[in-house]
Protein backbone atom coordinates (compact mmCIF):
# COMPACT_ATOMS: atom_id res chain seq x y z
CA UNK A 1 0.00 0.00 0.00
CA UNK A 2 1.08 3.23 -1.57
CA UNK A 3 0.71 6.50 1.53
CA UNK A 4 -0.52 9.34 0.16
CA UNK A 5 0.80 11.38 2.63
CA UNK A 6 4.12 11.66 4.64
CA UNK A 7 6.41 13.95 7.07
CA UNK A 8 9.48 15.34 6.48
CA UNK A 9 11.27 13.23 8.84
CA UNK A 10 9.93 10.39 8.03
CA UNK A 11 11.58 11.27 4.45
CA UNK A 12 14.70 11.93 6.03
CA UNK A 13 15.14 8.30 7.38
CA UNK A 14 14.73 6.89 4.06
CA UNK A 15 17.77 5.56 1.80
CA UNK A 16 19.52 7.69 -0.35
CA UNK A 17 18.48 7.35 -4.15
CA UNK A 18 19.85 8.26 -7.58
CA UNK A 19 19.85 7.62 -11.24
CA UNK A 20 22.34 4.70 -12.00
CA UNK A 21 22.21 4.48 -15.51
CA UNK A 22 24.05 6.52 -18.23
CA UNK A 23 24.05 10.47 -18.31
CA UNK A 24 25.07 12.02 -21.44
CA UNK A 25 25.73 15.66 -21.73
CA UNK A 26 24.40 17.39 -24.67
CA UNK A 27 26.09 20.76 -25.45
CA UNK A 28 27.10 20.42 -29.54
CA UNK A 29 24.08 20.24 -32.13
CA UNK A 30 26.19 17.25 -33.47
CA UNK A 31 24.71 15.19 -30.41
CA UNK A 32 21.21 15.95 -30.85
CA UNK A 33 20.48 13.21 -33.70
CA UNK A 34 21.99 10.76 -31.17
CA UNK A 35 18.97 11.50 -28.87
CA UNK A 36 16.36 11.80 -31.03
CA UNK A 37 17.51 8.00 -32.14
CA UNK A 38 17.67 6.90 -28.60
CA UNK A 39 14.03 8.97 -27.58
CA UNK A 40 11.87 8.78 -30.52
CA UNK A 41 10.99 4.96 -30.10
CA UNK A 42 10.13 5.10 -26.23
CA UNK A 43 6.24 5.37 -24.84
CA UNK A 44 7.28 6.80 -22.15
CA UNK A 45 10.08 9.45 -20.82
CA UNK A 46 11.14 11.14 -18.27
CA UNK A 47 11.34 15.02 -17.96
CA UNK A 48 12.51 18.38 -16.06
CA UNK A 49 14.00 21.43 -17.23
CA UNK A 50 16.66 23.83 -14.64
CA UNK A 51 16.79 27.07 -14.42
CA UNK A 52 19.72 29.20 -12.67
CA UNK A 53 17.79 31.00 -9.89
CA UNK A 54 18.20 34.81 -9.41
CA UNK A 55 18.03 36.39 -6.22
CA UNK A 56 17.22 39.38 -8.05
CA UNK A 57 13.74 40.73 -7.50
CA UNK A 58 11.80 41.06 -10.59
CA UNK A 59 14.72 39.28 -12.67
CA UNK A 60 14.61 35.96 -14.05
CA UNK A 61 16.76 33.98 -16.52
CA UNK A 62 15.80 31.85 -19.22
CA UNK A 63 15.73 28.05 -18.69
CA UNK A 64 19.33 26.44 -19.47
CA UNK A 65 18.71 22.67 -19.14
CA UNK A 66 16.35 20.22 -20.91
CA UNK A 67 15.98 16.64 -18.76
CA UNK A 68 14.68 14.08 -20.86
CA UNK A 69 15.14 10.11 -19.51
CA UNK A 70 14.45 6.76 -19.87
CA UNK A 71 15.11 4.36 -16.57
CA UNK A 72 18.63 3.76 -18.18
CA UNK A 73 20.04 6.67 -19.84
CA UNK A 74 19.30 10.29 -19.83
CA UNK A 75 19.99 13.39 -21.82
CA UNK A 76 20.59 16.55 -20.18
CA UNK A 77 20.62 18.86 -23.33
CA UNK A 78 22.05 22.22 -22.23
CA UNK A 79 19.48 25.33 -24.34
CA UNK A 80 21.67 28.06 -23.00
CA UNK A 81 24.40 26.69 -25.25
CA UNK A 82 22.48 25.27 -28.10
CA UNK A 83 19.01 27.03 -28.00
CA UNK A 84 16.08 24.51 -28.76
CA UNK A 85 16.92 22.33 -32.13
CA UNK A 86 13.88 21.73 -34.19
CA UNK A 87 13.94 18.27 -33.60
CA UNK A 88 13.78 18.11 -30.15
CA UNK A 89 10.91 20.97 -30.14
CA UNK A 90 9.17 17.90 -31.91
CA UNK A 91 9.36 15.45 -29.66
CA UNK A 92 8.06 17.89 -27.16
CA UNK A 93 5.27 18.37 -29.59
CA UNK A 94 4.29 14.82 -30.68
CA UNK A 95 1.23 12.79 -28.88
CA UNK A 96 3.58 9.56 -29.91
CA UNK A 97 5.87 10.04 -26.50
CA UNK A 98 4.32 10.65 -23.33
CA UNK A 99 6.44 12.97 -21.20
CA UNK A 100 6.51 12.61 -17.69
CA UNK A 101 7.06 15.64 -15.17
CA UNK A 102 6.04 16.79 -12.14
CA UNK A 103 4.78 21.08 -12.10
CA UNK A 104 5.28 20.76 -15.62
CA UNK A 105 3.13 23.62 -16.63
CA UNK A 106 6.39 26.50 -15.16
CA UNK A 107 8.78 24.01 -17.40
CA UNK A 108 6.60 24.58 -20.74
CA UNK A 109 5.95 27.96 -19.84
CA UNK A 110 10.01 28.56 -19.66
CA UNK A 111 10.33 26.60 -22.76
CA UNK A 112 7.79 28.89 -24.92
CA UNK A 113 9.87 31.78 -23.95
CA UNK A 114 12.74 29.92 -26.29
CA UNK A 115 10.33 29.05 -29.87
CA UNK A 116 7.44 31.09 -30.92
CA UNK A 117 4.29 29.12 -31.23
CA UNK A 118 5.68 26.26 -29.21
CA UNK A 119 2.75 23.38 -28.76
CA UNK A 120 3.53 20.77 -26.16
CA UNK A 121 1.78 17.74 -26.32
CA UNK A 122 1.44 14.34 -24.30
CA UNK A 123 2.94 15.82 -21.05
CA UNK A 124 1.45 14.03 -17.58
CA UNK A 125 1.40 16.00 -14.69
CA UNK A 126 2.21 13.64 -11.22
CA UNK A 127 1.52 16.73 -9.10
CA UNK A 128 -1.67 17.69 -11.05
CA UNK A 129 -2.85 14.07 -11.36
CA UNK A 130 -2.02 12.59 -8.47
CA UNK A 131 -3.76 15.50 -6.04
CA UNK A 132 -6.83 14.46 -7.98
CA UNK A 133 -6.76 10.99 -6.84
CA UNK A 134 -6.53 11.77 -3.36
CA UNK A 135 -2.25 12.32 -2.58
CA UNK A 136 -1.79 15.15 -0.17
CA UNK A 137 1.77 15.56 -0.80
CA UNK A 138 2.98 15.78 -3.95
CA UNK A 139 6.67 17.17 -5.56
CA UNK A 140 9.46 14.89 -6.63
CA UNK A 141 10.98 14.43 -3.44
CA UNK A 142 7.85 13.73 -1.53
CA UNK A 143 6.31 11.15 -4.73
CA UNK A 144 9.91 9.53 -4.32
CA UNK A 145 9.83 8.73 -0.84
CA UNK A 146 6.03 7.08 -0.73
CA UNK A 147 5.99 5.60 -3.96
CA UNK A 148 9.66 4.30 -4.18
CA UNK A 149 10.76 4.26 -0.71
CA UNK A 150 14.00 6.61 -1.23
CA UNK A 151 15.04 9.77 -0.41
CA UNK A 152 16.52 12.24 -3.16
CA UNK A 153 18.85 15.44 -2.59
CA UNK A 154 17.76 18.62 -3.62
CA UNK A 155 21.16 19.93 -2.91
CA UNK A 156 21.69 21.14 -6.17
CA UNK A 157 18.54 22.67 -6.99
CA UNK A 158 19.65 26.30 -6.46
CA UNK A 159 23.37 25.85 -7.93
CA UNK A 160 24.26 27.98 -11.36
CA UNK A 161 22.84 25.77 -13.94
CA UNK A 162 24.51 28.11 -17.02
CA UNK A 163 28.14 27.60 -15.46
CA UNK A 164 30.91 26.81 -18.03
CA UNK A 165 31.19 23.45 -16.64
CA UNK A 166 28.64 21.38 -14.90
CA UNK A 167 29.85 19.47 -11.84
CA UNK A 168 29.33 15.69 -11.18
CA UNK A 169 26.79 16.63 -8.64
CA UNK A 170 24.73 19.07 -10.80
CA UNK A 171 24.80 16.21 -13.68
CA UNK A 172 23.81 13.77 -11.07
CA UNK A 173 20.66 15.56 -9.41
CA UNK A 174 19.47 16.47 -12.98
CA UNK A 175 19.47 13.03 -14.43
CA UNK A 176 17.68 11.64 -11.14
CA UNK A 177 15.15 14.33 -11.37
CA UNK A 178 13.98 13.57 -14.75
CA UNK A 179 14.56 9.48 -14.22
CA UNK A 180 12.48 9.74 -10.96
CA UNK A 181 9.23 10.96 -12.29
CA UNK A 182 9.26 8.27 -14.87
CA UNK A 183 10.02 5.61 -11.83
CA UNK A 184 6.98 6.94 -9.70
CA UNK A 185 4.94 6.86 -12.93
CA UNK A 186 5.56 2.90 -14.00
CA UNK A 187 5.32 1.71 -10.10
CA UNK A 188 2.45 3.70 -10.00
CA UNK A 189 0.72 2.55 -12.98
CA UNK A 190 1.78 -0.80 -12.74
CA UNK A 191 -0.39 -1.17 -9.14
CA UNK A 192 -3.29 0.64 -10.74
CA UNK A 193 -3.17 4.05 -8.51
CA UNK A 194 -3.43 5.53 -12.03
CA UNK A 195 -6.21 4.48 -13.86
CA UNK A 196 -8.69 7.23 -12.80
CA UNK A 197 -6.64 10.01 -14.13
CA UNK A 198 -6.89 7.82 -17.37
CA UNK A 199 -10.52 7.76 -16.82
CA UNK A 200 -11.61 11.39 -16.23
Not at 16 to 22: A, N, R
Not at 35 to 54: A, C, H, Q, W, Y
Not at 123 to 128: G, I, K, P, T, W
Request: proline share 3%; charged share 25%; hydrophobic share 40%.
Amino acid sequence: MIPKKILKTEIMDLPLGQFGGEIVLVDNLSQVKDVIKELSGENLIGFDTETRPSFTKGRQHQVALLQLATKDIAFLIRLNQIGMPGVIRELLETKQVVKIGAAVRDDLKALGKLREKFAPQSFYDLNEELKRVGFENVGVRNLAAMVLNMRISKSEQVSNWEAPVLSEKQLLYAATDAWVCLEIYNKLSFQGYLEETFNQ
